[in-house]
């Protein structure tokens, strides 16, 4: 089974710079692939590292989205200079 790389992951791993607007490429290829899994909702999972999570995130923690108006992460609003939350698929 292949294992799946968040963000931050996949950004150390090709060397590449961070930024947000390669974050926001990458979750929407995420999204992208939960949706054509057959995925209906996703939620946010905050930064395993508490000081890194922004409050935007942190509002819409306990939130169940659709998956069709699922924001690519970074969310609108997000004061972080690297975001590192994710989205989980939920039952």
Sequence with gaps: MKCRLYAGQWAAKQKLPWTKSKTAKFTAMQLAE???A???????????DA???CEVCLAMKDDKIEIEFAN???LPGCDKKICKCL???VA
Excluded: C, H, T
């Design 34 to 36: 939960m949706r054509d």
């Design 38 to 48: 057959g995925i209906k909702f996703v939620g946010i999972l905050g930064s395993p």
């Design 72 to 74: 690519p992460l970074p």
């Design 87 to 89: 989205y989980l698929a």
């Design 51 to 53: 000081g890194e999570n």
